[in-house]
Nanobody
Framework: QVQVVESGGGLVQAGGSLELSCVAS????????VAWYRHGPGKERELVAR???????NYVDSVKGRFTISRDNAKNTVYLQMNSLEPEDTAVYYC?????????WGQGTQVTVFA
């Protein structure tokens, strides 16, 4: 049984920073292919960033240059460093771990950015 837990969300003023963490455990899960999604109020779920085996990453255009996805294999953790936050970044952020051809999701962490 794989479990995924996100943390690090919160309330922050525009221009501030937050770092989200995604930890997976169980069934020898690895973090080779992990994505962060977000679901903002009145919006559809959006892929924010993904990190692949070998460290290749990609980002949605709206966060390029502001967000950084990274991985610590020793801790089985993927991070999303978010800088220069904007009110439009307000959303519930979810971690998606692709492992053994299945997607495992966490419960989400709320990020609220106020002007």
């Amino acid at each position: 049984q794989v479990q995924v837990v996100e943390s690090g969300g919160g309330l922050v003023q525009a221009g501030g920073s937050l770092e989200l963490s995604c930890v997976a455990s169980g069934s020898n899960v690895n973090m080779n292919n992990v994505a962060w999604y977000r679901h903002g109020p009145g919006k559809e779920r959006e892929l924010v960033a993904r990190i692949y085996t070998g460290g290749f990453t990609n980002y949605v255009d709206s966060v390029k240059g502001r967000f950084t996805i990274s991985r610590d294999n020793a801790k089985n953790t993927v991070y999303l460093q978010m800088n220069s936050l904007e009110p439009e970044d307000t959303a519930v952020y979810y971690c998606d771990v692709l492992f053994s051809d299945r997607d495992y999701w966490g419960q989400g962490t709320q990020v609220t950015v106020f002007a």
